[in-house]
């Protein structure tokens, strides 16, 4: 972990200065970014292993700026955001966030987070390097080690978790996931009840895999219990 690099972008200097002190404590190697594209700027230069983001940034806010790292990397991203709503970490989420904390936030637990999307990130990548190369089915191949979708030949942009959703439920087709499984197999975290989190990922998935314009339905709903695979 000594090597690990961190970027937190905010552009309040005082939080930035907080989060790093008490990542560096830990032996992270930090990197600052006072807004969006000094964010995208240190991602182009550096070997960034989890991103830090405000949402409500100058010149680039967190949202573009997850925007554009997504199109090269898939390393996690925790947003930072004063908005406390369900709705509003929802939203955080299905833009392509692996975590979402809001301010006032106690540093301790940034920390605790941080550590915990870094060892998920590390153990994913070396899971996926003993696991098959591709998984084919119903009209659709799935790269492991590129993590990238082909379906009837044309490339589907998924965010790192609708990724690893749709991953998980092709590789081990019919078998039923409750929300509560996903959510702890993909995020890494106990479920709290009451979380639409994935449903609202299962709903985005299913667009991006235009399901509505193919009789047969890949992700299939099973009522009261979860979803499964149907490829």
């Given amino acids: 972990m000594k090597s690990t690099t961190v970027l937190i972008a905010d552009d309040e200097a005082e939080i930035a200065d907080l989060i790093a002190f008490h990542l560096e404590k830990e032996g992270y190697r930090c990197i600052k970014a006072s807004d969006?594209?000094?964010?995208?700027h240190a991602v182009q230069t550096n070997i960034i292993d989890l991103a830090i983001l405000d949402i409500m940034m100058p010149k680039l806010d967190g949202y573009e700026v997850t925007r554009l790292i997504r199109e090269h990397h898939q390393l996690p991203i925790i947003f930072l955001s004063a908005k406390v709503t369900d709705l509003d970490k929802?939203?955080?989420?299905?833009?392509?966030?692996?975590d979402y904390v809001t301010k006032p936030f106690n540093p301790m637990e940034l920390v605790?987070?941080?550590?915990?999307?870094?060892?998920?990130?590390?153990?994913?990548?070396?899971?996926?390097?003993?696991?098959?190369v591709t998984l084919e089915a119903g009209g659709m191949i799935i790269y492991v080690e590129e993590r990238t979708v082909l379906l009837y030949g044309e490339t589907v942009e998924?965010?790192?978790?609708?990724?690893?959703?749709?991953?998980?439920?092709?590789?081990?087709p019919k078998k039923v996931y409750s929300s509560e499984n996903?959510?702890?197999?993909?995020?890494?975290?106990?479920?709290?009840?009451?979380?639409?989190?994935?449903?609202?990922?299962i709903r985005t998935l299913r667009k991006k895999l235009g399901e509505d314009n193919h009789k047969s339905k890949l992700i299939k709903t099973v009522w009261g219990v979860g979803y499964t695979f149907n490829g």
């Fill in 36 to 40: 969006g594209q000094e964010a995208i």
């Fill in 90 to 98: 929802i939203a955080g989420l299905v833009r392509g966030a692996d």
């Fill in 112 to 132: 605790a987070r941080a550590n915990a999307q870094l060892r998920r990130y590390l153990q994913l990548n070396q899971s996926q390097q003993v696991n098959k």
């Fill in 158 to 172: 998924l965010t790192p978790k609708e990724f690893d959703i749709l991953y998980l439920l092709a590789s081990y």
């Fill in 182 to 201: 996903i959510f702890k197999q993909v995020w890494g975290e106990a479920y709290y009840g009451g979380s639409n989190t994935v449903g609202v990922h």
